[in-house]
């Protein structure tokens, strides 16, 4: 791949997150831009909460064409722009943000790239039951997408006090309807809702180094579930992700729904589709140190 040659007319796109210097985008997106010969470079700004306001100022007065923006920043921002997408409102979190001549718009491109991975794999969700592990910020994502799209859920949580679970649940169903248990992430509750469950997703961060030992999901529940998402992608391949595929179910890993969230907003912004293979290369260079 040939270096770019930045110039007086390079367009800039980045990312926004604290900390954030293990951030995958820079090369999915630089490396996208290279290989399409677009002129634009991607780069990510270490941006503490007491300076959200500012960068967000920045982007519009460097005319900055668009941007990532993750943790701790997903929520805060929303205040700051000029429009959010429904679909990220109702989720609470924003990740991608264009800015059309310093009208800043944002959106939650997780919840697309999880949807879009799990269909592109055979699975359309619409009348399936699924069980989701976890209840923080990706979680959202992925109870949104699901129940848009017409799925069933049942939600389980590690903390006792099952806060976010629940507060999830309330709010899945007040906006898609149907009952929506939430429950403690313990054996017992695993037993009872994945019997019957089409779709597991992992959400949580069990399984990601530097525990990439452990699993969410013990293996005799693995049995009879067609698809299990792990969003975790660090390693590539989990445990989890491991077990199911020997299990024999549809087994789909976080790397491919990071690409295309990644991909996602890189069209929005250049207004062309990025090439995923060399995105999810790159990224998978960086996951391995290389
Ligand atoms: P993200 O943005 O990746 O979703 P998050 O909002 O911090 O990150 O959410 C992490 C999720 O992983 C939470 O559901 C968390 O459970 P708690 O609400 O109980 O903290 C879950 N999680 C993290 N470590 C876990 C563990 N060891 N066992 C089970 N769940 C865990």
Redesign the pocket.
Known sequence: MEKPVISGKTKVCGVIGDPIEHSMSPVMHNAAFAELGLDYVYVAFHVKPEGLEQAISGLRGFNIEGLNVT?PHKIAVMALLDEIDPLAEQIGAVNTITNREGYLKGYNTDASGFLETLTEQGTDPAGKQAVVM??????RAVCFSLARSGARLAIL???EELD?AVKLAREVSATFGGEIPAME?NEANLAKVTDGAEIVVN????GMIPRADST?LPTRYLAGKPVVFDIVYNPEVTRLRREAAAAGCVAIGGLDMLVRQGAIAFEMWTGQKPPEAIMKREALRVLEGK
């Open positions: 943790i976890g209840a923080g910020g990706a979680a949580n590690r903390r976010w992430l959400t949580t961060s069990v969410p």
